[in-house]
């Protein structure tokens, strides 16, 4: 039978181990590929955030943050015709008072900088970015001043790259990306 004294270390290293370790969890999603990407959106377009603001809404069944951020100057990428000037779209997750919602996976968009956009509208007619972060490209200038598209800022680990959009979009500029978005538009 153990001592007391022997109880006392194999608890206290076990509760030593349990705080020393760190617990390690992801998640990961099949990656859209760009004529995925492409085909389930209404749009492809250069936008810049405006205005956003989060609120309380239910989504499906539950009561969520959602954020809605007005985007306008809007170039299409895709050559469909744009009927407005500016839209909202919504976004799951955002900060109302002091409660904040994080989504992981989700697009989120900086207000004043450029993005390249997919968009398309849910059921009831909600604009949102196509396939949440992985349709979402923000817009910066590389070392030598030259506008590149750049993966969303939260796009999660992805399975099955070959043909994704997020491994094909960037470092393009928005022309290249352009003739990319033609060709499968192209595409039986």
Same mark, same amino acid.
């Given at each position: 039978?153990?001592?007391?004294?022997? +109880?006392? *270390?194999?608890?206290?290293?076990?509760?030593?181990?349990? @705080? /020393?370790?760190? %617990?390690?969890?992801? #998640?990961? =999603?099949?990656? +859209?590929? *760009?004529?995925?990407?492409?085909?389930?959106?209404?749009? @492809? /377009?250069?936008? %810049?955030?405006?205005? #956003?603001? =989060?609120?309380?809404?239910?989504?499906?069944?539950?009561?969520?943050?959602?954020?809605?951020?007005?985007?306008?100057?809007?170039?299409?990428?895709?050559?469909?015709?744009?009927?407005?000037?500016?839209?909202?779209?919504?976004?799951?997750?955002?900060?109302?008072?002091?409660?904040?919602?994080?989504?992981?996976?989700?697009?989120?968009?900086?207000?004043?900088?450029?993005?390249?956009?997919?968009?398309?509208?849910?059921?009831?007619?909600?604009?949102?970015?196509?396939?949440?972060?992985?349709?979402?490209?923000?817009?910066?200038?590389?070392?030598?001043?030259?506008?590149?598209?750049?993966?969303?800022?939260?796009?999660?680990?992805?399975?099955?790259?070959?043909?994704?959009?997020?491994?094909?979009?960037?470092?393009?500029?928005?022309?290249?990306?352009?003739?990319?978005?033609?060709?499968?538009?192209?595409?039986?």
């Amino acid at each position: 039978m153990p001592s007391r004294r022997d +109880l006392l *270390l194999g608890i206290s290293a076990g509760a030593a181990h349990w @705080a /020393l370790s760190s %617990t390690a969890s992801a #998640s990961s =999603a099949y990656a +859209l590929s *760009l004529k995925d990407l492409v085909t389930r959106s209404q749009h @492809a /377009l250069v936008a %810049t955030p405006t205005h #956003s603001e =989060a609120r309380w809404e239910f989504v499906g069944d539950a009561r969520r943050i959602v954020t809605y951020t007005q985007l306008s100057s809007l170039q299409s990428v895709d050559g469909r015709a744009l009927t407005k000037q500016e839209l909202a779209v919504r976004t799951l997750g955002g900060t109302v008072g002091n409660i904040q919602q994080i989504v992981h996976g989700e697009a989120r968009m900086t207000l004043s900088k450029p993005n390249l956009v997919f968009i398309d509208q849910d059921d009831a007619g909600i604009w949102r970015v196509t396939g949440m972060a992985q349709g979402h490209y923000p817009i910066k200038p590389d070392l030598k001043g030259v506008s590149r598209l750049n993966p969303s800022p939260d796009v999660p680990a992805l399975l099955r790259l070959q043909d994704a959009a997020i491994a094909l979009l960037p470092g393009l500029t928005v022309s290249e990306a352009e003739t990319l978005v033609a060709r499968q538009l192209a595409k039986p």
